[in-house]
């Protein structure tokens, strides 16, 4: 069955991220057409980059790359849940995206963003670092308001839109994650 990463990026103590990220999950894995995992980096702390060698061109050697590598392997696409900093995406998000690479490759990867203006900037960023990735970057996503779609900006209270905006984003990353399935099967992640 199609794997689908759901990956939290934002670590920040009394962060909003989790409700966000915990909809995505629930409302995706009632689907029951893939299985949904939610991948939070807080499980998954990772050191700014220390790899001698750059993922792109030779196998990891740190313990916590490995780990982080080999749960991405398992993966067929992505839904990534990110705030917006500062205009743009977390830096720990970056990061982790930066500890791998082939393991992004021929992957397909969709949005799901949450700011005061919907996370727009972050996600923009993300698309131009997942392309570089060898990702299939969807064209739909979810854009959260963090001034309607919240009260009091800390309760996470998503309209249908939001419902009707996530399955079509499903929808994409499932159909490219399939139709990417026989490069992934042409170059396997060792
Ligand atoms: C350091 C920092 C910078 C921020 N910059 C922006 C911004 O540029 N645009 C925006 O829409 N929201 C911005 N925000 C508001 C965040 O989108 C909002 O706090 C959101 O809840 C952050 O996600 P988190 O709670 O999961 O960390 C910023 C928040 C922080 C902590």
């Given at each position: 069955?199609?794997?689908?990463?759901?990956?939290?990026?934002?670590?920040?103590?009394?962060?909003?991220?989790?409700?966000?990220?915990?909809?995505?999950?629930?409302?995706?894995?009632?689907?029951?057409?893939?299985?949904?995992?939610?991948?939070?980096?807080?499980?998954?702390?990772?050191?700014?980059?220390?790899?001698?060698?750059?993922?792109?061109?030779?196998?990891?050697?740190?313990?916590?790359?490995?780990?982080?590598?080999?749960?991405?392997?398992?993966?067929?696409?992505?839904?990534?849940?990110?705030?917006?900093?500062?205009?743009?995406?977390?830096?720990?998000?970056?990061?982790?995206?930066?500890h791998a690479f082939a393991e992004w490759a021929d992957k397909a990867v969709g949005f799901v963003s949450y700011g005061v203006h919907g996370g727009v900037c972050a996600v923009q960023q993300l698309r131009?670092?997942?392309?570089?990735?060898?990702?299939?970057?969807?064209?739909?996503?979810?854009?959260?308001?963090?001034?309607?779609?919240?009260?009091?900006?800390?309760?996470?209270?998503?309209?249908?839109?939001?419902?009707?905006?996530?399955?079509?984003?499903?929808?994409?990353?499932?159909?490219?994650?399939?139709?990417?399935?026989?490069?992934?099967?042409?170059?396997?992640?060792?």
């Open positions: 069955m199609t794997r689908i990463g759901i990956i939290l990026g934002s670590t920040r103590p009394n962060r909003n991220g989790p409700q966000v990220a915990h909809w995505v999950l629930e409302t995706a894995a009632r689907r029951g057409d893939a299985e949904y995992e939610l991948l939070d980096l807080r499980e998954h702390p990772l050191p700014h980059l220390d790899e001698a060698v750059p993922p792109m061109f030779g196998p990891s050697v740190n313990a916590h790359t490995r780990a982080w590598a080999e749960q991405l392997a398992a993966c067929d696409g992505f839904l990534v849940v990110t705030p917006e900093y500062n205009s743009g995406a977390p830096g720990v998000l970056k990061n982790a995206l930066d131009s670092i997942c392309s570089v990735l060898g990702m299939a970057v969807v064209s739909r996503q979810v854009t959260v308001s963090l001034h309607t779609d919240f009260e009091n900006h800390t309760v996470f209270t998503p309209g249908d839109r939001h419902v009707t905006a996530l399955h079509t984003t499903v929808d994409q990353v499932l159909a490219w994650s399939a139709a990417l399935a026989p490069l992934r099967a042409a170059v396997p992640v060792a």
